[in-house]
């Protein structure tokens, strides 16, 4: 290690992680796997070889295979210590237990905002801790609600998605300046620019975590493809899979009619994976499967990294006339975890590439 970066100076207080009780789950996985993480990065700087997946069990990440060039990895805390009640009226009734010992600590909210009435609490949260002197403040938000109403097609549609990011670009700043906003998937990457200059958006992919599912495939059985159901999601995705044969299907009128066509590439002997960053009732990826088996598909699987599914619409997918191997989600959204109990669903956690996104910058700091 030369002098130079032997002298970077970082604190050895834990970063705080908060989250809503709704990320519960997800929030302790990242600040687990944090753990193992430092505890094996200690044990390679010391010299210490301890037994393979002893303590890391956090998959592969890139961050083990980064250069490390600081001489001390933060630990993350996990701090359940903001008591969500509600008034009689239904309004939030919030409080954070240790706020008075927030001042010069560099914090982490895990919020979801799956649902309207979870989103006036978080926000009030968000707001309140840079005003109590944190160092720094960033907020973990895998899904991004209203990403799919990003523009205006006819005067008079309302972006919803300006709506919400104004929202959280009010966040007050902090010591060391604007709140972070880390974010997987966004419907659409220009959606960042909807953010004022107060916040600094961070968008991610969980397409790794697809990466590793499809390495674990039988290799030589079928030829992989990746399918994109409309023009959208290819233009999202399609740099990800530069080594893999593509198809992108597209909805095209006829009559009255709105049906799905492919309309690039051959699904023919192929396994196709359908990959997009959502679904919501699925009626596309559904249509997008027929006509990929029509084509000559020998099997398909899905992957979306933001399950939404309102009002049980998953349930289409375990049928058996759609045949689906695997259908892959994260648990971006709280319900995703009772989904990922039906087969064809599988559930991918989503705290390897978050830890991987904190690894690589936030725990340098």
């Avoid at 070889?49 to 069990?57: D, F, I, N, Q």
Wanted: hydrophobic letters at 40%; charged letters at 20%.
């Amino acid at each position: 290690m030369d002098t130079a970066t032997s002298q970077v100076q970082i604190p050895n207080y834990p970063v705080w992680l908060y989250f809503h009780p709704s990320m519960a789950k997800l929030a302790s996985a990242v600040a687990d796997r944090c753990a193992q993480l430092s505890a094996h990065w200690e044990d390679v700087h010391q010299g210490n070889k301890s037994p393979a997946g002893s303590r890391l069990v956090t998959g592969d990440l890139k961050c083990l295979q980064r250069q490390f060039s600081y001489s001390v990895r933060r630990h993350v805390q996990l701090r359940d210590t903001i008591r969500w009640e509600s008034f009689p009226d239904g309004f939030p009734n919030l409080f954070i237990e240790d706020a008075k010992n927030m001042a010069g600590k560099d914090v982490i909210f895990f919020g979801s905002l799956h649902s309207p009435e979870v989103l006036f609490e978080q926000l009030s949260i968000i707001y309140t801790i840079p005003r109590y002197l944190a160092r720094s403040f960033t907020l973990l938000l895998p899904y991004f609600p209203t990403g799919t109403m990003e523009r205006v097609d006819t005067e008079g549609q309302i972006a919803t998605a300006k709506t919400l990011a104004t929202l959280l670009s009010s966040m007050p700043l902090t010591a060391r300046g604007p709140a972070q906003i880390v974010v997987f998937d966004i419907h659409a990457l220009q959606e960042r620019f909807y953010f004022s200059d107060h916040v600094i958006p961070r968008l991610q992919s969980a397409i790794p975590l697809l990466e590793r599912e499809i390495s674990k495939l039988p290799a030589g059985v079928d030829k992989i493809a990746i399918a994109f159901p409309d023009e959208g999601a290819f233009k999202r995705f399609h740099a990800m899979f530069k080594d893999t044969p593509t198809i992108v299907c597209t909805k095209i009128r006829e009559g009255t009619k709105r049906i799905v066509k492919v309309k690039e590439g051959d699904p023919t002997g192929c396994h196709v994976i359908i990959v997009d960053d959502l679904i919501q009732t699925g009626g596309t990826m559904t249509e997008c499967i027929k006509v990929l088996r029509a084509g000559g598909a020998t099997d398909i699987s899905c992957y979306v990294t933001h399950a939404v599914f309102p009002n049980e619409s998953w349930k289409k997918f375990t049928e058996p006339e759609l045949n689906v191997r695997n259908f892959w989600i994260t648990d971006s959204i709280p319900h995703s975890h009772l989904i990922g109990q039906h087969p064809p669903f599988k559930l991918l956690s989503l705290a390897d590439v978050i830890v991987d996104v904190l690894w690589g910058y936030d725990l340098t700091q």
